[in-house]
């Protein structure tokens, strides 16, 4: 049972460019969550699907946006980057009515942006 | 709006001694509280949650944290550390599972 998965591993973007990451979640699971982890500090959330519609959304501006498809994997895009917008990005899946009040939160490896 | 403080970016144990990393939380509502794990270059991995029921939750690797409610405390510990515990460890907080607050991280090092 593959868990979740990222694509690229890695990325360098300059300034200015756009930039589109990939997810797909852990077999069996329907929600998709994007966090931004800055070197040295905790994951931010950034913003959730389910139903290929953004369920919640935490500080991030309209730059960030996304996208959840049919078979539930997720892009997250990035437009005008920023210097500060270079991150280690995770993706996390779960089951959104799983009978359990709070289904776990998986998460893949991440990928990793640097922006010059 | 929930919130978690890690006390101690850094801790440094001996292997064999006890692991005690700390965390805070602050929350208008009843809080379900998580442990993850990060190991270099990897994502985050759990290790103990918190939703409702015994306040002492045991996780992966012999890791356990006890709720205490009146100290807003979530703290993890083991009772012998191992090399491999070595790692990055955050904590969180979360009140519906579609927001996740987690804290800034304490970087454990295990000592020979």
């Known amino acids: 049972d593959a868990g979740v998965t990222q694509s690229p591993t890695h990325l360098i973007k300059t300034r200015g460019q756009q930039v589109t990451l990939r997810c797909s979640p852990k077999?069996?699971?329907?929600?998709v969550s994007w966090y931004q982890q800055a070197l040295g500090q905790g994951p931010q959330f950034i913003f959730q699907?389910?139903?290929?519609?953004?369920?919640q959304r935490g500080n991030f501006p309209d730059r960030f946006s996304g996208h959840q498809f049919p078979n539930y994997s997720s892009e997250l895009n990035v437009n005008a980057l920023l210097l500060g917008d270079s991150a280690l990005y995770l993706c996390?899946?779960?089951?959104?009515?799983?009978?359990?009040?709070?289904?776990?939160?998986?998460f893949g490896p991440g990928t990793r942006l640097l922006v010059l | 709006a929930q919130s978690v403080t890690q006390l101690g970016s850094h801790v440094s144990v001996s292997e064999g001694a006890l692991v005690l990393l700390r965390c805070n939380y602050s929350?208008?509502?009843?809080?379900?509280l998580f442990w993850y794990v990060q190991y270099p270059n990897q994502g985050l991995q759990l290790l103990l949650k918190?939703?409702?029921?015994?306040?002492l939750v045991k996780g992966i690797n012999g890791f356990e944290a006890e709720f205490k409610k009146s100290e807003t405390s979530f703290h993890l510990t083991k009772p012998s550390a191992h090399m491999s515990d070595a790692a990055e460890y955050f904590c969180?907080?979360?009140?519906?599972?579609?927001?996740?607050?987690f804290g800034a991280g304490t970087r454990l090092t295990v000592k020979p």
């Open positions: 077999s069996g699971h329907d929600t």
């Open positions: 996390a899946s779960s089951l959104a009515f799983a009978g359990d009040p709070l289904e776990t939160q998986y």
């Open positions: 929350s208008s509502v009843p809080p379900y």
């Open positions: 918190y939703t409702t029921g015994a306040t």
């Open positions: 969180a907080v979360s009140v519906d599972n579609n927001d996740m607050r």
């Open positions: 699907y389910y139903e290929e519609e953004e369920r």
